[in-house]
């Protein structure tokens, strides 16, 4: 199965700067800033209460969603119905995971699969379409948004969100280093994009390849380049 | 606009499991058969700080001849758990899979920890095999599983909680419907370890005496390690399939992280879309395989989505968890193939661990096993943290 789909909405978050296809392309107001350094309120008017509870790929993965300011709240009960969320990510949860064989709590338990990004950003927003989670460092085959095109194509979802999320420390990297990271330096960067059906976009959003990366490097690129073009 | 339904449908032409209950699909047949739990005290797990070490643990013998059952020592686990059940998968597949090329045979993997006791060996400082370390990342496993069975096409690794498993299925049979691939080699596998029982036990959703999916006393779930796999092809390669992929659904409860939904309304979307995929009126279903993982939220969730899909029609419902315990990223694939093998047998699986039925429970529960049963329309779901919700419809032909 297969359709055409255009992005309504793209947004990024990388130690460089931030962006969205509303806003451009920002840098961090103090130049490179890291992720526990970025504050929440200053980026977003409305309060999450959990935000600091959350784990930093929950919180990457959050403040992309938030910056595509698709208007969610508008959105009708049905629809928010037959929103799905594709995500993507390295690594997963292995920050989460080593934190918490260093100090075992539930509420670090509870962030230790990739997929609570997904449930955060699903209770936010009240999205109950389908979802899906891989972790994508080294496969092969098919790219995100091949995944979220076939999932509106068969009448599973009307739109998807694409997401593409990685957070890990230096001890990951060192854990990991032979398999992902060229160095251990801190990795982490979160791209989201907002797809539909083109033709229930009304003409609205940008064409966009399926292509064939499933490491979602494609989504990043077209996500900056989204940004670049406001 | 609803999901479409199915032009073709995606065939089962092979599948393996390993678990608590048994070594291989013979063995575990024989354990359905008997109804017997698969749970056990296990010492490996003896630590005070857990609520029980009352598992599914997989039977020393059978690590013993896999190389042993100690993260420190053995090795990748998961690597050799999720190698035998594919292994037998694939053996019973050999015909239909002899004459694919390579690069159109894709592996699906889905887990939720991967090889986690390596990465609790290297933060405690302690020595760590190289490979067990290489699997601490699933998409590491999933290559040296692919090959190692010759699947050169796509692969992905799946990782959405406790529905992990039947995205899988869903995947691999994507995969094969798109013409991505001819087959699809789909393998679950999760392993008991220090950081799942911590996890569960600060969360205090163990139950210590074992786990008891819809009885009146039950009070959590018990843990557990396994791998299933499946083998899917294109339906005009398998003449005669063990079974059929006619539907799946997903959808999530959009209201809290690690609990279900209070009215089951999210099961029962995700129930709804998979029937909406076959073309199937809810009374077509003759078995729920439920997640009944015997928490007192769990249960009481898939309940109300039943009685939301099925009114006042139950179908037989019941729970594997007390069998095997719940393997969490395996569980769709070990529980879907599970389902598979004894409707061929024409057995249907009892739920071991329930005694009392609770006031809210399904009306219908498969207390004990019933044969000879034949039936043939089967419903599978699970639900997980993040409030993810999946349901995957299955039919198996009857075997005369």
């Given at each position: 199965m297969s359709t055409e789909v255009v992005a309504l909405a793209a947004s990024y978050l990388t130690p460089e700067g931030y962006g969205s296809h509303t806003l451009g392309r920002r840098s961090w107001p103090t130049g490179r800033r890291e992720l526990m350094d970025i504050a929440w309120s200053s980026l977003f008017p409305v309060p999450c209460s959990r935000f600091g509870r959350m784990s930093p790929l929950t919180r990457l993965g959050l403040m992309a969603v938030e910056l595509l300011d698709v208007g969610f709240a508008e959105m009708t009960e049905e629809h928010r119905t037959r929103l799905g969320i594709c995500m993507f990510s390295p690594s997963g949860s292995i920050a989460t995971d080593i934190e918490f064989l260093r100090e075992p709590g539930p509420g670090v338990f509870t962030y230790t699969l990739p997929s609570s990004v997904i449930g955060e950003v699903c209770i936010r927003h009240r999205l109950r379409g389908p979802t899906l989670c891989l972790m994508s460092a080294g496969c092969e085959g098919r790219g995100m948004v091949e995944e979220a095109a076939e999932r509106m194509a068969m009448g599973e979802a009307e739109s998807m969100l694409c997401l593409l999320c990685e957070a890990r420390g230096p001890e990951a990297g060192t854990f990991l280093n032979y398999a992902?990271?060229?160095?251990n330096n801190f990795c982490w960067y979160a791209s989201a994009l907002y797809l539909a059906r083109k033709d229930a976009a009304r003409g609205q959003g940008k064409a966009v390849a399926k292509g064939v990366s499933p490491s979602g490097a494609d989504i990043h690129r077209m996500c900056l380049e989204m940004c670049e073009e406001r | 606009m609803g999901p479409s339904s199915l032009t073709e449908t995606v065939a089962v032409a092979g599948l393996g499991m390993v678990s608590a209950a048994g070594d291989g699909a013979a063995a575990t047949l024989l354990a359905l058969r008997e109804n017997r739990s698969g749970l056990h005290e296990c010492a490996r797990y003896?630590?005070?700080?857990?609520?029980?070490?009352c598992v599914g643990a997989v039977p020393d013998d059978t690590w013993n001849r896999l190389g042993g059952a100690d993260a420190g020592t053995a090795g990748s686990r998961t690597y050799r758990l999720a190698n035998h059940a594919l292994a037998e998968a694939v053996r019973q597949a050999g015909p239909v899979l002899a004459?694919?090329?390579?690069?159109?045979v894709a592996l699906v993997l889905s887990t939720t920890?991967?090889?986690i006791g390596a990465l609790e060996s290297l933060v405690a400082g302690s020595p760590c095999d190289e490979r067990a370390q290489r699997h601490i990342l699933p998409s590491q496993l999933a290559a040296d599983l692919a090959a190692a069975h010759h699947a050169m096409g796509a692969l992905q690794c799946v990782s959405v909680a406790c529905i992990s498993g039947l995205v899988a299925i869903q995947q691999g049979a994507r995969l094969v419907l798109a013409g991505a691939a001819d087959a699809a080699l789909v393998v679950g596998v999760d392993v008991l370890s220090h950081f799942v029982l911590a996890g569960f036990s600060t969360l205090k959703s163990l139950d210590p005496r074992g786990c008891r999916p819809f009885d009146k006393d039950r009070q959590g779930l018990s843990l557990g390690e396994g791998a299933g796999a499946l083998v899917l092809v294109r339906s005009d390669l398998a003449?005669?399939?063990?079974?059929?992929?006619?539907g799946w659904g997903v959808s999530n409860d959009a209201n809290h992280l690690t609990g279900p939904s209070r009215d089951g309304s999210g099961l029962a979307l995700a129930v709804e879309r998979a029937l909406g995929m076959a073309h199937w009126?809810?009374?077509?279903?003759?078995?729920v395989n439920a997640?009944?993982?015997?928490?007192v939220y769990n249960d009481r969730m898939e309940a109300l989505a039943f009685k939301t899909v099925f009114g006042n029609h139950s179908p037989w419902v019941g729970s594997c968890k007390g069998l095997?315990?719940?393997?969490?990223?395996?569980a769709g694939v070990i529980e879907s193939a599970l389902c598979i093998l004894a409707a061929r047998a024409r057995l249907m699986p009892g739920t071991p661990g329930f005694s009392i039925p609770d006031e809210?429970?399904?009306?219908?529960?498969?207390a004990t096993p019933q044969c000879p049963l034949p039936y043939s329309r089967i419903l599978k779901t699970n639900a997980g943290f993040g409030g993810t919700n999946s349901a995957l419809v299955l039919e198996v032909p009857h075997v005369d």
């Open positions: 992902l990271a060229p160095d | 003896a630590d005070p700080s857990y609520m029980t070490h004459g694919l090329d390579a690069r159109r920890k991967a090889e003449p005669a399939p063990l079974a059929r992929i006619k009126r809810p009374e077509a279903i003759e078995y997640h009944g993982t015997g928490t095997l315990g719940h393997t969490l990223g395996a809210e429970a399904p009306a219908r529960i498969a």
